[in-house]
């Protein structure tokens, strides 16, 4: 339930797509605008940090460097966008990112790296693969890049209103900065980009002395505020904002891989994907927008932009104070009219967001997280050796399975893929009659007949449970509530970090064309009870004595170790899913007897099943969202 309060859609563009469309947007801009650019960048560095690059756009910020040459990576401007919003949520932690935290540089490495996987992908399910390593890395280099986000809607465009209400976009833009109104990527941007226009207006004005902070803060400022308009340009940020978690993170992943079609405030048709799947044309779409927002920066800092040069108010410093990872709403800020004017300007060309629930909109999704029940059935069959009087050879088994499923579910929580699946399973099994395929020295020889099998048919109980783990199978159990006490921060890494697939990733899901393929030994273990009510029977055959009936009861442990999961049909919040697994089994006889002779005790050894399963999963998720119940 903790994790679930977690699982939010996740940021927009992902690092290198934020840094790719503010490099087109400034090596498109006039030269005389890009020389303003130029010159804040200079007062800037006069007094920064460290790991600024030495120019406003440099190759030093997509660094080709071997892991660990940290030192040869600088953050140019576009790194700001990138940066400010999905790596930090103030401008105080903007600058410190940029200009001396080392992971910052880090940051920089893992998103060239990710930009080269992905860009090498030779099909969705590895392009899914390489996004889904990003946003692992990501969080190794940035602890806390998984769950910036999850505070509020920040990264996401408000619904529009009902179209019969015909509503501007000057009137939406005023919603959207509403005392009441959550925070939303239009406010973020509008806000934000007016701020940045009055400190270069007082920049422009300002002694040598006090236009290094007046560059820092114009830059800082603008830099938010381009990351969140870049963001109304991602189709699973326009797409849909409302609604539980579950929905929210499904229609976001939907959209984002397979585009949406919208209008322009500006009355043009807009099309365009999301996070991880920029087209090229998503990219210059994009930059044009954020470039007549850098044009509108020059302007303010030349005074072709009529922009106020008075003091910042209290409220406008507020407002570089805020954290608006966690905010709910932002705070009021009288916005200088000229700066709102030119801010709804630049809006005219990003898309007009879809309605909310009570409006038409686009078709909805629903992520794998939350509670479920469920139904499988399976079949396993592979080879069996030992106990049961042999001394060599094997047999061939099969089990048949039917059962129910209650759990919680946390996949894609964090990325597209991910295994937080947390369930517990009891099933009925049937075990046919096992005969051998051969069985050298065993006494009575080789039993081929089903009338005196090697094992007897029988059926029983079985229970499975599952769980992701962070170190040893099962540490969540106690890991988890611990830390939720302790440090709730770290309770928090660990879940996710489990969900990723352990301490030390080996267990990550890998996605490919063919589906999911993942390592999970030890996240799944089962035990079945044979002969726990009416015991089974065994004959046993003796050399050289009279063949001699045992009555048993066993416990059989079942591991299952490799999972291929091919592609799953989903339809809103059911799911049916094919999972083949390859794994083992040993089984136990705690209790053997000979009822004919006093109940003598009989020892009949572990035997040993190696196997490749086949199960049908079926999901019926379901929560307090109303869209929980009406599909």
């Not at 499975?464 to 199978?473: A, Q």
């Not at 890991?479 to 267990?507: C, K, R, S, Y």
């Not at 083992?584 to 003598?600: D, I, M, R």
């Not at 005790?601 to 009406?630: C, H, M, N, V």
């Amino acid at each position: 339930m903790v994790a679930g309060g977690w699982a939010r859609p996740a940021e927009a563009w992902i690092w290198p797509e934020h840094r790719d469309i503010a490099v087109d947007a400034i090596q498109g801009m006039p030269a005389a605008d890009r020389a303003v650019l130029d010159s804040l960048w200079a007062s800037l560095r006069t007094e920064a940090g460290p790991q600024l690059c030495p120019t406003l756009v440099s190759t030093g910020a997509a660094p080709q460097t071997e892991f660990g040459d940290w030192s040869a990576i600088c953050l140019d401007f576009p790194s700001y966008p990138a940066l400010g919003g999905d790596h930090s949520c103030s401008t105080a932690e903007l600058r410190a990112v940029t200009e001396n935290a080392e992971w910052g540089r880090k940051v920089a490495w893992v998103a060239e790296w990710s930009k080269k996987a992905m860009a090498a992908s030779p099909d969705e399910g590895r392009r899914t693969d390489a996004w889904n390593r990003s946003h692992l890395a990501m969080q190794y280099v940035d602890p806390d890049y998984l769950t910036r986000a999850a505070g509020n809607n920040a990264h996401f465009l408000t619904p529009r209103k009902k179209v019969e209400e015909r509503e501007t976009l000057d009137g939406y833009v005023t919603r959207t900065l509403g005392r009441d109104e959550a925070v939303n990527a239009t406010a973020i941007y509008v806000e934000y980009h007016a701020l940045a226009l009055r400190l270069a207006a007082l920049w422009r004005a300002a002694s040598p002395a006090e236009r290094p902070d007046l560059a820092r803060r114009t830059l800082l400022a603008e830099g938010i505020a381009l990351h969140f308009l870049e963001d109304s340009f991602s189709a699973g940020h326009y797409a849909a904002t409302w609604g539980s978690s579950a929905w929210q993170k499904g229609t976001h992943d939907l959209y984002c891989v397979e585009g949406l079609t919208s209008m322009t405030w500006s009355g043009e048709l807009f099309a365009g994907y999301g996070d991880a799947h920029m087209t090229n044309r998503d990219r210059t779409q994009a930059g044009l927008v954020v470039r007549t927002s850098l044009a509108q920066l020059v302007g303010a800092a030349t005074g072709t932009l009529a922009v106020s040069a008075a003091p910042i108010s209290g409220a406008e410093k507020a407002l570089e104070d805020v954290n608006f990872c966690k905010a709910t709403s932002l705070p009021v800020m009288p916005v200088d009219p000229v700066a709102r004017s030119a801010a709804t300007a630049t809006l005219q060309g990003s898309p007009v967001p879809s309605g909310s629930q009570d409006e038409i909109h686009p078709p909805r999704a629903r992520a794998d997280i939350g509670p479920f029940v469920g139904v499988v059935a399976g079949i396993t069959a592979g080879p069996a050796l030992g106990g049961f009087d042999t001394a060599g050879g094997w047999r061939f088994r099969t089990e048949l399975e039917v059962g129910a499923r209650v759990g919680y579910g946390l996949d894609g929580v964090l990325t597209t893929t991910m295994d937080g699946q947390i369930w517990a399973q009891a099933s009925f099994v049937d075990d046919p009659a096992q005969l051998d395929a051969s069985c050298t020295g065993c006494p009575g020889g080789v039993r081929s007949n089903s009338a005196i099998p090697r094992v007897p048919a029988r059926s029983g109980l079985k229970l499975v449970f599952r769980m992701p783990y962070y170190v040893l199978p099962f540490d969540l159990i106690l890991l988890a509530p611990v830390l939720l006490l302790a440090d709730p921060e770290a309770a928090q890494h660990v879940v996710f970090a489990a969900a990723g697939g352990g301490l030390l990733t080996i267990q990550r899901p890998i996605s490919t064309s063919w589906g999911t393929f993942q390592f999970m030994a030890g996240r799944e273990v089962g035990m079945t009870l044979w002969g726990n009510g009416e015991p089974d029977q065994f004959i046993a055959t003796p050399t050289g004595s009279t063949p001699q009936l045992v009555d048993f009861q066993q416990l059989e442990l079942d591991f299952p170790v490799f999972e291929w999961v091919p592609p799953r049909a989903a339809a809103t919040n059911l799911s049916l899913a094919a999972e083949f697994q390859l794994g083992f089994s040993v089984s136990l006889a705690p209790k053997a007897w000979l009822p004919q002779a006093n109940e003598a005790p009989y020892s009949l050894g572990p035997s040993w099943f190696i196997y490749l399963r086949l199960r049908l999963d079926g999901r019926k998720y379901f929560g307090t969202s109303a869209e929980d119940w009406q599909n």
